[in-house]
């Protein structure tokens, strides 16, 4: 049942990949490289139309007007911060900044390319209502750009006072910086960003539009990897800025596959979909009875939809065709079955729009469902996938029975391959001890006057003594038992003593407090070495297997065809 059900999530995802106009879907894909090579600059007027409601002719006659009033010569930046609902543009006159492809709803990406420098379009309607749009600005397109941060957050409520004190603070930090110090350490020490403080201050990889302006425009001001801001103002706070790269927009043969998965998840593949759709539905001889829809939907009480309530059971005698295909009938009755199904017979809205939303629904999917079928038979390609992805599942369950979970679960098993092979498990001189690690020779030298303190018993005392009560991970330590060849030669490991802290090749510092010494070989135990065991026994499982495969279906080449083969 868990193959057969991971298989057919498997066959539904593939399908959508088959299931839309390709052509259609690899000019969307090309529009939206296209589109990558610039950032525009654009600010808008929003009327808002409630969500889901179909009724939208007053938001339109609104912004209609409003377009109107802007052709007459009014100024667009006072209209939108009097009418507009987008609160957070109204502000700045509309003004939403730079944007690039995929980065807004399809309608409104494609207008914002299409419009002038210095002219607004016409009402716009997306999920959200209708937009008038005005294009500020273009520029060749930024590309990505990751960068690391330290910042010093500014509570509002502190006021003047507390504004200074944060900026004398990101001020001594840049002090610190320019004589040398390591940002990595300053951030563990100073920033107050929660998100980037456990990544040395590093952030994920942006482009244009995802970060507040004044920060944006900071970071792709910088010009060389390790190149620093001065402190940027935004409304979080101070923050110092280090360029870590850039990433111009990459060749379309390298990033084709990738923008096509994106494009295959926005809005606009919906395009490709309904020209598939009905290019299916000549294939299929789709006919409909709109008049039987009708009566179906006068059948339905507007009630039913102010309840929330729904049972099919009620429309059982309503059986005329309601559309059809490849001679397969689908009656009113079988729509409602669906309306139940779909709604767990819970639903809710406007009836005419609500109900022929759900009717497209059904219609969309019996197309779908009857080419889903048929693409085992039509399309190599999705056949060849298909047969490929079912026999590598039904490979891995059988491999994690008899090998992986095997190793896991067989205790017997594991302990007498343990018996029979334990002259491999050796521990080579050894020490069992404390392996501190500090962030760098200042915290190292910290640990040294900590560990020769008899106040401090255990190894959580002596790192919290060192860390203090802000960040615990100055300091960090793991016990343990640990070969001596861990640790740089020459290293003086006696037992009772720490050794000298010695320095690592990412600029962090070790320090080995030792507890007992090994200085011959000794035998690990199965629990210390059960990493190991249980590896080398899945593979000893492994070929044990494919033994008994090879013995029970032998294979045998034909020499004679091989031959020619390579002919």
């Known amino acids: 049942p868990g193959i057969q059900a991971e298989l057919g999530g498997y066959k539904k995802q593939l399908a959508k990949t088959y299931l839309t106009d390709k052509e259609v879907t690899d ?55 009097s009418v507009s609902e987008d609160k957070q543009s109204s502000v700045n006159g509309g003004d939403i900044g730079f944007i690039t492809a995929m980065q807004v709803v399809y309608p409104f990406e494609t207008e914002a390319y299409q419009t002038p420098i210095g002219k607004f379009s016409k009402p716009v309607r997306t999920l959200y209502g209708y937009h008038i749009i005005k294009k500020l600005d273009e520029r060749a397109a930024r590309g990505e750009i990751q960068v690391s941060q330290i910042m010093v957050g500014v509570q509002k409520s502190a006021g003047k006072e507390g504004e200074a004190k944060s900026k004398d603070r990101i001020d001594s930090v840049l002090v610190m910086l320019k004589k040398g110090e390591k940002f990595e350490s300053l951030v563990e020490k100073y920033s107050e960003d929660k998100f980037s403080k456990n990544t040395q201050g590093t952030l994920a990889s942006f482009a244009v539009g995802q970060m507040v302006p004044e920060f944006e425009d900071a970071a792709f001001g910088l010009k060389n990897p390790g190149d620093m801001t001065e402190p940027v103002r935004t409304e979080f706070g101070y923050h110092i800025i280090r360029l870590i790269k850039k990433t111009p927009v990459r060749p379309f043969d390298t990033i084709k596959t990738e923008l ?62 309601i559309f059809e295909m490849t001679g397969v009938t689908f009656t009113q009755s079988d729509f409602a079955n669906y309306i139940e199904q779909y709604t767990k017979g819970k639903i809710y809205g406007q009836k005419e729009s609500t109900l022929r939303s759900l009717y497209k629904n059904y219609t969309d999917k019996a197309i779908y469902d009857f080419q889903e079928n048929k693409l085992l038979d039509e399309n190599e390609e999705y056949r060849n996938l298909l047969t490929e992805y079912r026999d590598g599942i039904m490979l891995f369950e059988l491999t994690d029975k008899t090998v992986w979970s095997k190793a896991s679960i067989d205790t017997t098993g594991l302990q007498q391959f343990y018996e029979k092979n334990k002259e491999k498990y050796i521990w080579q001189p050894a020490i069992k001890g404390v392996v501190y690690k500090t962030v760098d020779e200042s915290y190292a030298k910290k640990l040294v006057m900590e560990l020769n303190n008899p106040n401090n018993k255990t190894p959580d005392e002596v790192a919290k003594a060192v860390n203090g009560d802000g960040s615990q991970g100055f300091v960090t330590f793991e016990s343990g ?70 013995n029970k279906y032998p294979v045998v080449v034909n020499q004679e065809t091989l031959k020619a083969m390579i002919r």
Not at 59 to 65: C, G, I, L, Q, T
Not at 67 to 72: E, I, S
Not at 301 to 317: C, E, I, V
């Open 481 to 550: 038992k640990y070969e001596k060849s861990r640790f740089p030669v020459g290293t003086k490991l006696v037992a009772g003593k720490h050794a000298a802290y010695f320095k690592n090749k990412d600029e962090s510092y070790t320090l080995v407090d030792v507890k007992e010494v090994f200085d011959t070989p000794t035998q690990k135990t199965l629990s210390e070495a059960k990493g190991y065991v249980v590896s080398e026994y899945q593979e000893y499982l492994e070929k044990q297997w494919l033994a008994e495969l090879e």
């Open 260 to 321: 096509t998965r994106k494009v295959e998840k926005d809005g606009r593949i919906d395009i490709a979909r309904r020209l598939y759709t009905e290019k299916i539905k000549q294939k299929v001889n789709f006919k409909e009875d709109v008049s039987a829809l009708e009566e179906l939907i006068a059948a339905i009480p507007d009630t039913n939809l102010r309840n929330g309530l729904f049972n099919a059971s009620d429309y059982k005698r309503f059986n005329k065709r």
């Open 27 to 81: 000019k969307l894909v090309k529009e939206a490289y296209d589109r990558m090579k610039k950032d525009v600059r654009v600010a808008h007027i929003l009327i808002g139309t409630p969500r889901g409601s179909d009724d939208t002719l007053a938001a339109y006659k609104e912004a209609d007007s409003l377009y109107n009033v802007l052709t007459a010569g009014a100024d667009f930046a006072n209209l939108a911060k």
